[in-house]
């Protein structure tokens, strides 16, 4: 028989040392595996919308659901890296992909549909480690789901430099009694178009159902360009939404002595349709606008474009400084000749494209 062999102490330090120091570079080497955390302040409302921009989604255009959750990594508390954010709908099951929006928030926004209402989202979180799951509960079509009017003849009136600013509306009749009574509030929103930021941080002035009229605070607007209003009318149980959208332009506002005139170096616009084998684009029919202009610009210049009543905002490519860009779903009514608006600074320059 072979004799026990007793593994000496300093064998044992050894040993014990050694896998202390393999866990330490296992954690300083190997990747860490993020693990996903809800943190709620989920949403899943009904969006009825009137007179919506142009490059608004257009099945979601007129009547949407808008729903989304916050996801962070619990090492870091923010937005998991690389993480993709899909939902499937498990009534229609049809998937959709949501777009991170803010520091920890995805969300998604697709057009009305009863059978959409009525299903669960399945919310699905894949990082470079894994996938995480988490359920969103449906909309719903029960009472209270039923869509919110909006308010009629938004009208924008002032000197059109943003000071005595005032939007003025009138209600739908019998507006408390609509959707089974649940219509609680109403809101006025403004953002400046630019980066569709609401101004002053939150601009939002929560009023009852009765108001018609609203004046935006002196000093509000700081600079020149299109600004976005919104009047919103709300329930709250369940939680639904419409909004009238209407735009202003304010010019003679940005301080003097800031920004450089900018000439554009071509403008062109096209049709591109995108089959299904295209990487990296909605697929679809669309209608491209882009300008290039001739040197670097400030980190505020954008363009806007107008056409009719449609307006829409150009921003910068990331991987083309030079260049502002937009695409909207096609439309044979937007076929005609865009006035575009260069706006750097205190400096503006109209073309037309």
């Known amino acids: 028989m072979r004799p026990t062999q007793r593994i000496a102490w300093n064998d044992w ?73 899909s939902a499937r709908n498990s009534n229609t099951n049809e998937v959709f992909a ?20 009525a ?61 089974d009574g649940n219509v609680d509030r109403l809101r006025i929103r403004v953002r400046d178009s630019n980066d569709v930021r609401l101004l002053d941080q ?23 360009g299109l600004y976005q209003a919104e009047i919103l009318i709300e329930g709250l149980n369940p939680f639904i939404r419409s909004t009238t959208f209407e735009f202003f332009r304010v010019e003679d506002v940005s301080p003097e002595g800031t920004g450089v005139q900018v000439t554009p170096d071509s403008i062109f616009s096209a049709r591109d349709i995108r089959g299904a084998n295209s990487v990296d684009f909605r697929t679809g029919d669309f209608l491209v606008l882009a300008v290039d202009v001739n040197e670097s610009v400030a980190d505020d210049t954008f363009l806007d474009a107008v056409q009719g009543d449609a307006t829409m905002i150009l921003k910068r490519r990331f991987d083309l400084p030079t260049q502002f860009t937009r695409s909207v779903e096609f439309d044979p009514l937007l076929t005609g000749a865009w006035d575009i608006t260069l706006y750097n600074g205190a400096k503006k320059n109209v073309v037309q494209s």
């Not at 009017?149 to 005595?164: Q, R, Y």
Request: charge should be neutral.
């Open 119 to 179: 299903g669960d989202w399945q919310l699905n979180v894949q990082t470079s480690t894994g996938t995480s799951c988490f359920s969103l509960p449906a909309f719903g079509t029960g009472p209270g789901t039923q869509a919110l009017p909006g308010v009629d003849n938004l009208v924008i009136s002032g000197d059109g430099t943003g000071a005595n600013r005032t939007f003025s509306w009138d209600l739908p009749a019998n507006l408390a009694a609509q959707n």
């Open 13 to 85: 330090f050894c040993i014990v040392t050694g896998l202390c120091f393999w866990r330490v570079w296992k954690r300083s080497v190997m990747p860490r595996k993020a693990t996903v955390i809800n943190t709620g302040s989920n949403f899943n409302f009904r969006n009825s919308r009137f007179n919506a921009p142009v490059n608004f989604l257009a099945e979601a255009r007129d009547d949407a659901i808008i729903f989304g959750a916050n996801f962070i990594d619990d090492a870091t508390g923010l937005r998991p890296e690389g993480a993709l954010v």
């Open 202 to 224: 939150r601009l939002e002035a929560t009023t009852s159902l009765a108001t018609t009229q609203f004046t935006l605070p002196n000093d509000i607007v700081t600079h020149d």
């Open 98 to 117: 949501l777009n991170p929006s803010g520091l920890t928030q995805f969300l998604a926004v697709v057009g009305y549909t009863a059978g959409r209402a």
